[in-house]
């Protein structure tokens, strides 16, 4: 949460005052932290339910295998362990601002955080750009699944390069009897060096792949929206397609603003800590810190929700999973949405200056295109 003198994005280290006794002057009454403990369990609770209920929808389903599904799960494995490795144990340090966990598991926690919220905004961006591909350049190749496991790879070595600096500088402090894991950085107090780490940490995991998204997606936007054959009415298998499409585009679309809205407020707070230290030593501080990280730390249980809502596949998928619920009935129909192989593909016929699109059906060949076709899955 930030220190009077010393400053952590990934843990909170806010109050120098503290006894013996473990009490800080920032320490809450039972119930306040009762109310907070079950807002977070309930976090955790569906973040990693949720995500975890995604990813086995995906793996365990071969008709779900496609390249913009691989990169779904890994967007849910990264959402699933930030729930459950650092909502969790930031909440017991934020709310006590005492470290329980060990000098290994401080490293990890100023490491883990912004690897995956690398991980979840890259894992968007690569959605985005796959679906940027299939449906602005729908001629061009598109990414095999060797290709795709392996820019996935390089998305999670690339956050842990980003990630590492901070991971360096951790240390354990004892003040007062009370043990802290922060982050000593290097030079004069550090202030210079923690500010320029912190800012191009924030506009690479946060502004720019939020932009890129945001233009892309317009293209996307434009593209779908005013697409029509001139001569032809878009009807049938066609104007399937196009729906399909449409609906994935406003699917992804929101996860994205989700993922904004829910990390913005939070990156102001650690932004404007830069500038005004001072605001770490105020008492309603824990209160503020408390509710922002827990909108931060909520993008990780919406987007289950938000595939379950908008798609019917997904939708099959969790009542498959909740099947033992007495509530939860599923039906034939559900586990044909997922196991069912045929796949439509689009043949391709240009015509002068303009493009006649046929829909046809062909035998599924295990999320790869056939010859002289190309896989055009209409939803997730």
Not at 9 to 24: K, L
Not at 259 to 287: M, R
Not at 292 to 318: D, Q, V
Not at 323 to 328: F, L, N
Request: net charge positive; aromatic share 14%; proline share 4%.
């Amino acid at each position: 949460m930030g220190v009077c003198t010393v400053f952590t994005d990934a843990n909170v280290s806010f109050i120098p005052e503290i006894n013996t006794t473990g009490i800080t002057i920032f320490s809450m009454p039972g119930w306040k932290l009762a109310l907070w403990a079950s807002a977070y369990l309930t976090l955790v609770l569906v973040a990693v339910t949720g995500n975890a209920t995604v990813i086995w929808i995906i793996l365990a389903h071969q008709r779900m295998r496609t390249v913009t599904n691989y990169f779904i799960v890994n967007l849910a494995l990264a959402d699933l362990c930030m729930a459950a490795f650092n909502a969790a144990f930031n909440f017991v340090y934020a709310s006590h601002n005492i470290w329980y966990f060990g000098h290994a598991f401080c490293y990890f926690q100023n490491l883990f955080p912004i690897t995956a919220m690398f991980v979840s905004i890259y894992s968007m961006t690569a959605i985005t750009a796959d679906r940027y591909m299939a449906i602005v350049h729908p001629f061009q190749p598109r990414l095999s699944a060797p290709s795709t496991k392996a820019v996935i790879a390089g998305i999670w070595l690339v956050a842990l390069a980003l990630a590492f600096p901070q991971c360096f500088y951790s240390t354990i402090t004892t003040e007062q009897g009370a043990t802290k894991c922060i982050v000593a950085w290097p030079g004069d107090g550090g202030g210079m060096t923690r500010l320029l780490y912190h800012l191009v940490v924030i506009a690479l995991i946060y502004f720019l792949p939020l932009v890129v998204m945001f233009v892309a997606y317009t293209v996307i936007g434009l593209t779908l929206w005013r697409r029509t054959v001139p001569g032809h009415q878009i009807h049938g298998a066609n104007l399937r397609y196009l729906q399909a499409k449409k609906k994935f585009v406003k699917t992804m679309v929101l996860v994205v603003v989700t993922f904004a809205v829910c990390w913005l407020p939070y990156h102001l707070y650690f932004i404007l800590g830069n500038f005004q230290e001072d605001i770490y030593c105020h008492k309603f501080i824990q209160q503020v810190y408390l509710a922002l990280f827990w909108l931060a730390m909520s993008s990780t249980m919406y987007n289950p929700i938000i595939y379950c809502c908008l798609n019917r596949r997904f939708r099959s998928g969790f009542r498959l999973a909740f099947r033992c619920c007495p509530w939860v009935t599923p039906t034939e129909k559900d586990k044909l949405e997922l196991t069912h192989t045929p796949s439509l593909s689009m043949k391709v016929k240009r015509c002068h200056t303009k493009e006649i699109v046929f829909m046809v059906l062909s035998e599924a060949t295990n999320g790869q295109p056939a010859d002289g076709h190309f896989e055009v899955p209409t939803e997730l």
